[in-house]
């Protein structure tokens, strides 16, 4: 059991947690979420005990054992699997001691102990675990120093998920995963038999692997059972009811300050009054709701449609130097494609998207493109490539070279970042806004074909969702490299499978897929069929979507036409509340002024229509989409 009570911790004169309470029951499997910067992994630190609160305390059982990944990667020369299996010190303790121990008692002690443990059985489990993370026997036997920080990283993850403490924390484990080696994680996570306090902002993830959710927000931990689509409806239908137990607060607290200004002063109703007035002093405000939405993020829509198909790929071949990755690759991307590459890391999926992006050539074969085709590409790695010292302004600014200050401050708002960070030095953005920054670079001048490699790294829930509006309203085709599940599921029309040196069409959905890895196989047979099957398949749901889109193209025309016009209206309203709030403007031109209140009443009447279709439209088109 994990017991947080009346917890309190400042950083920088800053309250991150105030009083928070929570018990988690023993076994449990709980995602911890909240926006970022909230202060998540502040309390895994005081949970390890890393940092001490202010005060309050947390309490685990005497003798737990707390893992969670470490901070940096192992860089030794040790093999993975030796590395891993020295993660379970007290099994590399029994058998350092076997070796010496001379005692007859004490070799039977520890031999006893190492059975126990399941000694015997440990290299097959950590071999499991690192091939479920991605590394197959071959990769097990390599030395640690060998591989790239990111999949040393898998191996700091694989050693703490076999040394099975009693309380797991694991900090936004897929960071570093593969779609695949989230699917494996999913399904060990949900089964393991202790404890596990997980942050992520994967929400696939949080549905599978997790019984309950506590939320951190404003600094206090509230518990939700089940998992996040079920947190997500329990948190909203409360804060309705919070909404209208405000309301009803604050129109009672309306009717006694009536009775009290009404009465207070008359001495026989004085007393009355007093009452009252103890009364409101008694009556605890209910806060008013405080939601944070995350801001929209609006791609441009490529100008000019291409006649399809944009991209054409016949027998190519590509590669790294005098090494071929991918070959014989016989493809075509149509004008408003969605797709998905499905495959290990490792199998040429980012390598397929240098390819089609013009960042590496084919060695063989022919690619044609469409004339004045335009390609965007996104990479978290393209991070490292933003000004460090210049801000959003000056980076939209160098694109903009003619623009007012207006106008770009206008296109930075639309990367969804907020006023207060436009003039922020790049180095000092969060991860977040760094990835949005980068994203509204690379989709500035609206392409036509727009290449994601893992967007999300950085991104909250909400911040993903905002991406996930994006895309499905972005007009162009789409190429996704994802391991957030509910982001391929939410906008791909089309899967593609990158293995064994190709690419195809996989015939099937995300939970066939899912099915797959967790058998261990993530290459299904290529037989002529089912390419065929899997490309008849692949272009009913591609025909479906953009039909489904361009039934929702007029629709949407018309939320933002509304919302042009709400905007419009504001500005004028603005501009006749600015002369009428001059009280020489009645007394020079009466006549005049008596028109401009008219004018403005006629506005703010037909504002609160043209909100009232907005919100009507809007519900329409969610609901449709």
């Known amino acids: 059991m994990l017991q947080i009570s009346d917890l309190t911790y400042r950083i920088g004169g800053r309250l991150l947690i105030d009083k928070a309470s929570v018990t988690l029951p023993a076994r449990a499997k709980t995602g911890l979420v909240g926006r970022n910067g909230a202060g998540k992994s502040t309390l895994f630190k005081l949970i390890t005990g890393d940092l001490s609160p202010e005060s309050g305390a947390v309490q685990i059982p005497k003798r737990a054992r707390i893992g969670q990944v470490a901070q940096e990667a192992p860089g030794t020369d040790d093999s993975l699997l030796n590395v891993v299996l020295a993660a379970d010190t007290e099994r590399s303790r029994l058998l350092s001691e076997a070796e010496t121990e001379i005692d007859p008692t004490r070799i039977a002690e520890i031999h006893t102990r190492l059975a126990d443990i399941g000694a015997h059985s440990a290299e097959a489990r950590a071999g499991a675990i690192l091939s479920g993370l991605g590394f197959d026997a071959a990769a097990q036997q390599r030395p640690c120093a060998a591989f790239s920080g990111g999949w040393r990283m898998r191996v700091a993850l694989a050693a703490v998920l076999f040394s099975e403490p009693d309380l797991l924390l694991l900090d936004e484990p897929t960071n570093y995963l593969d779609l695949e080696g989230t699917l494996w994680l999913e399904n060990y996570v949900s089964r393991y038999p202790h404890q596990v306090l997980l942050i992520s902002h994967d929400r696939d993830l949080l549905n599978k692997a997790v019984d309950g959710i506590v939320h951190l927000e404003h600094g206090q931990l509230t518990y939700y059972s089940g998992g996040y689509d079920s947190f997500d409806r329990q948190r909203r239908e409360a804060m309705v009811l919070q909404q209208k137990a405000r309301e009803k607060q604050d ?299 361009s039934q929702l193209k007029p629709l949407k025309q018309k939320i933002e036409a509304a919302e042009k016009e709400m905007q419009r209206l504001q500005d004028k309203i603005a501009k006749l509340d600015d002369a009428l709030a001059d009280p020489a403007f009645f007394k020079e031109d009466p006549d005049r002024a008596a028109k401009f209140a008219k004018e403005r009443a006629h506005c703010e009447k037909k504002l609160v229509k043209t909100e009232e279709d907005w919100l009507e439209l809007s519900a329409e088109y969610e609901e449709a989409g």
Request: charged share 25%; with cysteine; glycine share 6%.
């Open 251 to 549: 129109a009672q607290r309306k009717h006694i300050q009536s009775f009290v200004d009404r009465f207070r002063y008359k001495a026989s109703k004085a007393r009355q009054a007093q009452a009252r007035l103890k009364m409101l002093e008694k009556m605890e405000p209910i806060a008013a709701l405080t939601e944070e939405s995350s801001r929209p993020i609006q791609l441009p829509n490529p100008k000019g449609r291409l006649a399809p198909p944009i991209l054409k790929l016949d027998q190519v071949s590509t590669g790294y130097d005098d090494t071929t990755v991918l070959r014989h690759l016989t493809l075509n991307i149509d004008t408003d494609d969605r797709i998905a590459l499905l495959g290990a890391n490792g199998n040429g999926k980012s390598t397929f998207a240098k390819l089609i992006s013009d960042r590496l050539p084919a060695l063989a074969g022919t690619i044609v493109k469409a004339s004045k085709l335009k390609i965007a590409f996104f990479a978290q790695h393209q991070l490292d490539e933003l000004r460090p010292l210049e801000s959003p302004i000056d980076h939209v600014r160098d694109l903009m070279p003619v623009a007012t200050e207006t106008q770009v401050r206008s296109r930075v708002a639309q990367f969804g970042l907020p006023t207060d960070r436009m003039d922020t030095p790049a180095k000092d953005l969060s991860g977040g806004e760094k990835a949005r920054l980068l994203l509204g670079l690379a989709t500035f001048h609206g392409p036509h074909l727009l290449i994601l490699d893992e967007p999300t790294n950085h991104l909250d829930i909400d911040a993903r969702e905002a991406l996930v509006l994006a895309l499905n309203a972005f007009e162009g085709a789409v190429i996704l490299i994802s391991h957030d599940r509910h982001l391929v599921e939410a906008c791909a029309d089309r899967l593609w499978l990158v293995a064994e040196g190709g690419v195809w069409p996989y015939d099937g959905d995300m939970e066939d897929y899912r099915r797959l890895i967790l058998q261990g196989n993530d290459t299904p047979n290529k037989t002529a069929s089912n390419v065929v099957d899997a490309k008849g398949s692949a272009q009913e749901k591609r025909r479906d979507a953009a039909q489904k889109r």
